[in-house]
């Protein structure tokens, strides 16, 4: 029997189908439903337990400060619950007291509405509102009127039957009637009251303990910096709940005293109801203001006290959000706006007017988790507000799409904690080895490639008015993140400024100072001027002058004609050298022939390169200096400068084309970070 033909081998053209969820996705979407409907089914469970939570992290400052008067933990836990459970029963009772108030003078409020509505009923609307009745009742008089038929008589037809009057009477309620009517409708909320205080006694009595259980639950690494990074999250979270709590308190005080002295009934209950809706996002306040608005409608039969009224929350609103709290935070939340509002329908759908209240202080829950927990960094992903590439690749990603503006703008986020040598290194610099090591591979195209070091000529200029410096310890702390840094973020290495190591600029020999001092010499990679644009900025920054020319100009066509007067100091920045560095000693070895005396830094930007580890290679490429960092470049250049303070040696004249020349060149020194 002859074997079978072997399938045709597909062709280039061939498109390949797309494949069906896997396994792993299908089951991380099972667990998920199943996650939402236990939270929905549940939530009688689950609601007294995430109000509970939230309740410990206001209360733990409390509780610190009573054990800092020598109180035990366990009185002072008790001492604590039963402040709060005693302002949760007091606000209670002022609501249930001003609400029955209110209720009695409806009434006269409905009265007042009505004549407010028969003055606008007989006004301008009024008779606009009839004109438009009457047109209507005409045209559908005009549309159902049959035809008159000739000769036919006129029919009459009898009178309808006059309705009888009825009189409904209640009956009497008896005891149990009246338990049943106003009773049962608030032993739900003191139960539910009662559970959360009993799980909040639990939590601060046990915190540490389920802090390291849940960090041992998710499976994280390293535990001790987990533990720590946790205690200071749920510091920030007990801070900020806090301090909201407070805020929002002094708002409903201040709106309480206003709308007393406008004149508006229940001036406590429409203050304690303005302090819970500033929990809800965005649309809270406008609830908050919209009912005493009404209610002031209502009393007034004039409108002066709806103007005073709405005038009071116009002012007082945009103050509170957009003055006083940026003064008291300093810092941002950490959520998105979007995942803000989405959070809030989310929670609003599970648990009802309850999961609107506490969606934001939930959510940033999760966010804090999700930050500081390996396996549960999709929430942050989800609803954090920093961006889900690296900064190293969200550097990548806007300068391949040519958006410098973007780029420029998480770059002065980020530089409000670091120094720009700092940023250079951990994002610019390993951006840049992620687009030399694709243009490696051969994915980039000349013109991305083009457009990416015009992008990147134009970051730089833009950063210039930035000094190399450390900021401040007052700015720094208040560009942190509520919710604290990402995992990229910790990542990021955030060294000082090389200025505080090194005697003062104004100690340079002004040959060191004049431009062009160190000749900043990029690598035949086409992104390597970019990495030495920066490295001639930040010697600029230090004192040094410094200016950069392409790889072409130490070709071995072009390199005698290089212009070398007053150079003191040659760096060389290379992406990559793939692997073999005979290009880089030979390079050196021209640049030698020139200037034998002049010291030659190199430096290779990928940390692992094994010219930086390897002193066999090093030896061979023959370079003064070896650095991984442009920090440690501008620190060896400065280096240089101090300890050779003098005219530094001139150069040998060009010459008028190729010459070859026996030089004796002096042991390459090691470098200061190798």
């Known amino acids: 029997m002859a074997d079978a033909p072997a399938p045709p081998a597909p062709s280039e053209n061939t498109v390949t189908p797309p494949e069906g969820p896997s396994l792993a996705s299908l089951m991380n979407l099972a667990v998920g439903v199943v996650i939402v409907a236990a939270l929905y089914f549940g939530r009688d469970v689950f609601i007294p337990i995430v109000l509970a939570v939230l309740l410990s992290f206001v209360l733990v400052p409390l509780v610190d400060l009573l054990r800092r008067f020598y109180l035990p933990r366990v009185p002072a836990v008790v001492a604590a619950v039963v402040i709060a459970l005693g302002i949760v029963l007091s606000l209670g009772t002022v609501i249930g007291l001003q609400m029955a108030s209110l209720a ?95 799980i909040v006694v639990f939590i601060l009595m046990q915190r540490e303990d389920l802090r390291d259980r849940l960090i041992r639950l998710f499976g994280a690494r ?173 550097f990548y990603q806007r300068m391949l799409a040519g958006d410098p503006d973007e780029a420029e703008e998480y770059a002065e986020q980020l530089l409000k904690d670091r120094s720009l040598s700092s940023y250079y290194d951990e994002v610019a610099l390993k951006g840049l080895q ?36 450390d900021p401040p310890a007052e700015v720094a702390k208040g560009a942190e993140n509520l919710a604290g840094p990402t995992p990229d973020e910790r990542a990021l290495d955030k060294k000082p400024s090389v200025s505080p190591e090194l005697p003062p600029t104004e100690a340079l020999h002004p040959a060191w100072r004049r431009e062009g001092a160190v000749l900043c010499i990029a690598g035949r990679g086409p992104l390597d001027e970019a990495a030495a644009s920066m490295l001639s900025q930040l010697l600029g920054k230090h004192g040094l002058g410094a200016r950069v020319v392409p790889h072409g100009a130490v070709s071995r066509s072009n390199v005698m004609g290089l212009d070398l007067e007053g150079v003191a100091m ?46 066999a290679v090093r030896k061979s490429i023959g370079a003064d200096y070896y650095v991984s960092s442009l920090r440690d470049g501008v620190k060896a250049c400065l280096e240089a400068a101090h300890a050779g303070n003098a005219e530094p040696a001139p150069a040998a004249p060009p010459a008028s084309g190729p010459t070859y020349v026996e030089v004796i060149r002096r042991p390459a020194t090691e470098p200061a970070g190798a």
């Not at 009695?104 to 004109?131: C, F, H, M």
């Not at 009898?158 to 009888?164: A, G, H, R």
């Not at 195209?445 to 083009?450: A, D, H, P, Y």
Request: contains cysteine; aromatic residues 8%; hydrophobic residues 50%.
């Open 570 to 615: 040659v760096c060389i920045s290379y992406l990559e050298i793939s692997g073999n560095p005979a290009h880089l000693r030979y390079l050196i070895r021209r640049l030698r022939r020139r200037a034998p005396q002049m010291p030659l830094l190199v430096g290779l930007w990928p940390a692992e390169d094994k010219a930086l580890k390897d002193e």
């Open 434 to 469: 992620l687009a030399a090591n694709d243009a490696l591979r051969g994915v980039l195209s000349r013109t991305q490639l083009e457009r990416m070091r015009v992008a990147v000529a134009g970051l730089v200029s833009d950063l210039d008015t930035y000094d190399d410096e």
């Open 222 to 394: 390293d535990l001790h910096r987990t533990t720590a990074a946790m205690d200071d999250a749920a510091q920030r979270l007990s801070r900020y709940y806090l301090t909201q709590l407070a805020l929002n308190a002094g708002f409903g005080v201040m709106t309480s005293v206003a709308l007393w002295a406008i004149g508006v009934p229940s001036p406590i209950l429409w203050g304690i109801f303005a302090a819970l809706m500033r929990f809800v996002p965005y649309v809270g306040s406008f609830v908050a203001g919209a009912i005493p608005v009404l209610l002031a409608a209502a009393v007034d039969p004039g409108w002066t006290m709806v103007v005073w009224t709405i005038a009071f929350f116009a002012i007082g609103e945009p103050i509170m959000g957009h003055v006083v709290e940026p003064l008291v935070y300093g810092q941002s939340t950490g959520l998105s706006p979007f995942a803000v509002v989405v959070s809030a329908i989310f929670w609003t759908w599970l648990w009802g007017p309850l999961g609107l209240l506490i969606a934001t202080p939930l959510t940033l829950c999760l966010v804090v988790l999700g930050r500081h927990v390996e396996r549960l960094e999709f929430l942050d992903v989800l609803l954090g507000d920093r961006p889900a590439l690296s900064p190293a690749e969200n």
């Open 104 to 198: 009695s003078d409806l009434p006269r409020y409905e009265s007042t509405i009505r004549a407010k509505v028969s003055g606008l009923q007989n006004g301008v609307l009024g008779r606009l509102s009839d004109r438009l009745r009457n047109a209507g009742r005409d045209l559908r008089e005009a549309a159902d009127k049959p035809a008159p038929e000739v000769g036919a008589a006129p029919t009459s037809r009898p009178e309808p039957p006059k309705p009888l009057p009825v009189e409904v009477q209640e009956a009497e309620m008896s005891a149990l009637d009246l338990a049943r009517r106003f009773l049962l409708p608030i032993l739900h909320p003191l139960a539910t009251i009662g559970i959360v205080f009993v």
